[in-house]
T-cell receptor, first 116, second 111 residues
């Protein structure tokens, strides 16, 4: 299947700093990417939809000024957590589509963010 | 997306078939049934999807009832590496449609 990468895989930062997470589709072009957040023992929650060349669409309750999304090319979307706080500690996962033939979403391996 | 209902957890003996049920009684005519799984601390992995016909690939089989209100994912010979949370999701067949994850079924494959 298609490959989606994320970088970094884990990051630890101090409260108040900003953290950038990259999501790349390695062998296909992705017009749409999705960003999810997963707290311990919970399911994935969609944060925002990232569309190449246009503004991201955020889910209700997700602060767009805190979680900055940039989808500057068909293979790269970035999520920047600005002024991170301990409650932002979570597992952040991106997915990319369209897929090769069946329109399934391909997920990245996730980024574990820990804010001290 | 239509809501799905899955058992919270299931156990399966290694080497035996794992049958994971999913109810999606409010599915609409143009929505597909997708199955993903998530191994601990990894991103979800696509398994299979279908509309109304049964589907099979190298990973699993998907059996969808004739009225499309429920489906079953079958792992024919479960291994320890199949221990994961399995998510049943219904969505329109368009790459722009996001995936809405429910609680999923935590499958534990035991030796």
């Amino acid at each position: 299947g298609a490959v989606v990468s994320q970088h970094p895989s884990r990051v630890i930062c101090k409260s108040g700093t900003s953290v950038k997470i990259e999501c790349r589709s390695l062998d296909f072009q992705a017009t749409t990417m999705f960003w999810y957040r997963q707290f311990p023992k919970q399911s994935l929650m969609l944060m925002a939809t990232s569309n190449e060349g246009s503004k991201a669409t955020y889910e209700q309750g997700v602060e767009k000024d805190k979680f900055l999304i940039n989808h500057a090319s068909l293979t790269l979307s970035t999520l920047t957590v600005t002024s991170a706080h301990p409650e932002d500690s979570s597992f952040y996962i991106c997915s990319a589509g369209p897929g090769l033939a069946n329109n399934e979403q391909f997920f990245g391996p996730g980024t574990r963010l820990t804010v001290l | 997306d239509a809501k799905t209902t899955q058992p919270t957890s299931m156990d399966c003996a290694e080497g035996r078939a794992a049958n994971l049920p999913c109810n999606h009684s409010t599915i609409s005519g143009n929505e597909y049934v997708y199955w993903y799984r998530q191994i601990h601390s990894q991103g979800p992995q696509y398994i299979i999807h279908g509309l109304k016909n049964n589907e099979t690939n190298e990973m699993a089989s998907l059996i969808i009832t004739e009225d499309r209100k429920s489906s079953t994912l079958i792992l024919p010979h479960a291994t320890l590496r199949d221990t994961a949370v399995y998510y049943c999701i219904v969505r329109g067949h368009n790459a722009g449609n996001m995936l809405t994850f429910g609680g999923g079924t935590r499958l534990m494959v035991k030796p």
